[in-house]
């Protein structure tokens, strides 16, 4: 965007892209927030998107601002597209000099429109602060009835205690599953999970037991974020959780043009595509796996009522449909056609049996 095209990114780093994001946030008006956040819903909605989590941070320097625009943009778009909204505390609630985020967090619970409550523990300045956070935020999503949605665990490194543990703790201590009335939980990121062994990951799956909890793999991100001397790249593999461990999991869209993510667009079909290589999984039962993570898996990972590929009766008419290519053997006939390439083709997006796009 013109309006940032001063800030680039040199170093590739975290540290880097947070100081960025602060500098941009400096600037944000709601002009700006809008024209932005509407070219991004009708891209979506273009690409074949019917059902959205939309995370607008909250913190000292935009105070409510993102989630205001939020907010409008979910009523204006009611009926092309669901927006979930989630007000999301991106920097740390509790480390020193934080107090202004807790509160704002705290207000942004009581909104109404606001349906999931997020944060990032790992941003806070030690262990015992990330805990805090998780459970403050956990407690606020308990009460004020919202989906709770926890970018954690973003690391490679053994040495770091995974936070997961404490979230599912947390989770058995406020009884989530009898006082949440349905509310989903979504843990994204966690590529510290990467490094766990499969004895890890069964007891991961056991503690887990019938908690309403799915991982929602970032690999856009992830892969150019996570980075060590002695591992170069680092992704949750969704498909082993799933096939492996029966694990809930997804894959979506982190970031659109930020300095987390430079790269991509916000189509999910083209993260689906990615994770061909990603995954390491070119077969039928591997693109029709990926297509699911992007669409009814991802559904169902925040809450949504899902359509499955085979379209069954009852199920929402919620769905894509790809046209007939100029080139006849370049139309898309299969699932495995559009994961492996989903092109650059108009598609015609149904929502609920009507063509939005």
């Known amino acids: ?15 880097e892209a947070m100081s960025l994001t602060s500098t941009a946030k400096g600037r944000f008006t709601e002009e700006d927030l809008l024209r932005r956040g509407r070219q991004l819903v009708e891209e979506s909605i273009a690409f ?9 941070e909250i913190d000292e320097v935009v105070g409510c601002a993102c989630l205001d625009a939020s907010l409008q943009l979910k009523d ?12 999301f505390a991106q920097l740390a609630l509790f480390s020193e000099g934080c107090e202004t985020n807790h509160s704002l967090m705290e207000r942004a619970s009581t909104m109404a429109g606001v349906d999931v409550l997020g944060s990032t523990p790992y941003v806070e300045s030690d262990p015992d602060k990330m805990k805090k956070n998780i459970e403050t935020v956990t407690r606020l999503a308990l009460r004020y009835k919202k989906h709770l949605d926890f970018h954690l665990d973003y ?9 997961v543990w404490h979230v599912l703790n947390c989770l058995k201590e406020t009884q989530w599953l009898k006082n949440a009335e349905g509310r989903r939980v979504t843990l994204g990121h966690c590529t510290r999970l990467s490094l766990f062994t499969p004895e890890e990951w069964r007891k991961l799956k056991r503690e887990i037991g019938d908690l309403p909890v799915s991982f929602v793999g970032l690999p856009t991100s992830d892969l150019f974020m996570m980075r060590t001397k002695t591992r170069a790249r680092g992704t949750l593999r969704v498909p082993e959780l799933i096939k492996d461990y029966g694990i809930r999991a997804a894959v979506g869209v982190n970031n659109v043009g930020n300095w987390f993510t430079p790269q991509g667009s916000c189509d999910p079909l083209s993260v689906a595509s990615l994770g061909v290589a990603v995954y390491q999984d070119g077969t039928q039962e591997g693109a029709d796996l990926l ?6 898996r991802a559904k169902d990972a925040v809450g949504f009522e899902n359509t499955t590929l085979d379209l069954n009766i009852g199920e929402p008419a919620d769905f ?8 006849e053997w370049r139309t898309r006939r299969s699932v495995m056609n559009i994961v492996y ?4 083709s108009r598609r015609q997006t149904v929502k609920r049996g009507m063509l939005v796009y």
């Open 48 to 56: 074949g998107v019917t059902h959205m989590r939309a995370f607008a």
């Open 341 to 344: 390439d989903a092109g650059h």
């Open 1 to 15: 965007d013109p309006n940032y095209g001063d800030l680039q990114t040199t170093e590739g780093s975290f540290e």
């Open 320 to 327: 894509v449909i790809f046209g007939r290519e100029q080139v």
């Open 291 to 296: 297509y699911e993570c992007v669409s009814s």
């Open 155 to 163: 690391s490679l490194d053994r040495e770091k205690e995974p936070m």
């Open 76 to 87: 204006e778009f009611a009926g092309r597209c669901d927006i979930q909204v989630c007000a």
